[in-house]
T-cell receptor
Framework: AQTVTQSQPEMSVQEAETVTLSCTYDTSESDYYLFWYKQPPSRQMILVIRQEAYKQQNATENRFSVNFQKAAKSFSLKISDSQLGDAAMYFCAYVSGAGSYQLTFGKGTKLSVIP | EADIYQTPRYLVIGTGKKITLECSQTMGHDKMYWYQQDPGMELHLIHYSYGVNSTEKGDLSSESTVSRIRTEHFPLTLESARPSHTSQYLC?????????????FGSGTQLSVL
């Protein structure tokens, strides 16, 4: 079974600075997808960024980028120029490419942004 | 933002009561999901549906049941609530067609059973 591990329960960053959230996963599959989801205090989950395992290029979405190390099974999220609105729980998630649509989530990292 | 709605937002109820958590989406998505989330913990899939009249149990065993009579509606029912059912319940939907499709989540229902 696949597992997703987020080893940082809480992180904090100064406004305008850069922070990196860690995520590692365990799988025996070669075809899969990885996601970072944001859950702000309002509780509605929002997709931040998505990475296809077959792509070597790291995904980027504005201030959000990932460092995808397939051999190391590592998928970290970098947030640049942090803003107060970035404060939230961040969940790393995995889904198999073998026809399953069920996501496996990590436990989450609570990010605080200090003004 | 996503057009997926959950009601009620908060629910406090006594042991033994029957409850139904509502989830509706207006995007025409075929796939819908129910996740359970305890504070500080990961989300666990408890039910999912690939379309009308299709329901399956997820990874986490749950005493709840679901139904999918209409595409837009995916209610979750607990016949007899117990304190162990206290949790956050998140509904989600996605478009048919690919494993990398985006999941849209509702705002969640925080259930407390006394």
């Amino acid at each position: 079974a696949q597992t997703v591990t987020q080893s940082q329960p809480e992180m904090s960053v100064q406004e305008a600075e850069t922070v990196t959230l860690s995520c590692t996963y365990d799988t025996s599959e070669s075809d899969y997808y990885l996601f970072w989801y944001k859950q702000p205090p309002s509780r509605q989950m929002i997709l931040v960024i998505r990475q296809e395992a077959y792509k070597q290029q790291n995904a980027t979405e504005n201030r959000f980028s990932v460092n995808f190390q397939k051999a190391a099974k590592s998928f970290s999220l970098k947030i640049s120029d942090s803003q107060l609105g970035d404060a939230a729980m961040y969940f790393c998630a995995y889904v198999s490419g073998a026809g399953s649509y069920q996501l496996t989530f990590g436990k989450g990292t609570k990010l605080s942004v200090i003004p | 933002e996503a057009d997926i709605y959950q009601t009620p937002r908060y629910l406090v109820i006594g042991t033994g009561k029957k409850i139904t958590l509502e989830c509706s989406q207006t995007m025409g998505h075929d796939k819908m999901y129910w996740y359970q989330q305890d504070p500080g913990m990961e989300l666990h899939l408890i039910h999912y549906s690939y379309g009308v009249n299709s329901t399956e149990k997820g990874d986490l065993s749950s005493e709840s049941t679901v139904s999918r009579i209409r595409t837009e509606h995916f209610p979750l029912t607990l016949e007899s609530a117990r304190p162990s059912h206290t949790s956050q319940y998140l509904c989600a939907s996605s478009v048919t067609g690919g494993v990398n499709e985006k999941l849209f989540f509702g705002s969640g229902t925080q259930l407390s059973v006394l």
